[in-house]
């Protein structure tokens, strides 16, 4: 019963670099949502996307910051030159896409930028 | 847009007893669904029990069961026969009654079961 994986689950980046998060959806669900958790808050929508599409990007920064969710392949997060204010969790939810799907989440991704 | 507010930071509850965890949201959405997810220390998000805004009957899983007051926008999670392994961060979010809508969280409250 393969849930969402997310890899790697912790990162460590300096400042300036780029950091990759990857994100599998449970099986047989195309709809993927990223979310971030600073410390001490709760979780805060930043993109939703399908295969091949991005449907909603509302809570992403609008600079170095990118996801994608290939044809083939998990779906990628991306964050370009990152600051120290970027380390965060990082979590992956997939849901079938009907109204009212649940969303079920994956373990997240802790990055830490030095 | 939306907004859900968890007004205790933090709540203690012994073993065996009660626990309510209160929960506020703010709409215009006539309908929506209402989810209450736990957070452990290994930090996975875990799904307790969620709620269709369009059901009067207050949904139940075990030892977990919500009252939801659609007028008063409240939807309050109750946990009975409280476990060590209860003791977790938890969030309350929204989600508009649409296909493939986002999420909207909480700040949670962070919840020790006492032995």
């Known amino acids: 019963n393969a849930g969402v994986m997310q890899n790697p689950r912790h990162l460590v980046r300096r400042r300036g670099q780029e950091a990759r998060l990857r994100c599998s959806p449970m099986k047989g669900h195309s709809h993927v949502y990223w979310y971030r958790q600073l410390p001490e808050e709760g979780l805060k929508f930043m993109v939703y996307?399908?295969?091949?599409?991005?449907?909603?990007e509302s809570g992403m920064p609008k600079e170095r910051f990118s996801a994608e969710f290939p044809k083939e392949g998990p779906s990628i997060l991306r964050i370009q030159q990152v600051v120290r204010g970027d380390s965060a969790a990082y979590f992956c939810a997939s849901s079938l896409g009907l109204a009212g799907s649940t969303q079920y989440f994956g373990p997240g991704t802790r990055l830490t930028v030095l | 847009a939306q907004t859900v507010t968890q007004s205790q930071p933090e709540m203690s509850v012994q073993e065996a007893e009660t626990v309510t965890l209160s929960c506020t949201y703010d709409t215009s959405e006539n309908n929506y669904y209402l989810f209450w997810y736990k957070q452990p220390p290994s930090r996975q998000m875990i799904l307790v029990i969620r709620?269709?805004?369009?059901?009067?009957q207050n949904a139940t899983e075990n030892r977990f069961s919500v009252n939801f007051q659609k007028a008063a926008k409240s939807f309050s999670l109750k946990i009975s026969d409280s476990q060590l392994g209860d003791t977790a961060m938890y969030f309350c979010a929204f989600m508009k009654n649409n296909a493939g809508n986002m999420l909207t969280f909480g700040g949670g409250t962070r919840l020790m079961v006492k032995p």
């Open positions: 996307l399908q295969k091949e599409n991005i449907i909603d």
């Open positions: 709620q269709e805004a369009y059901k009067q």
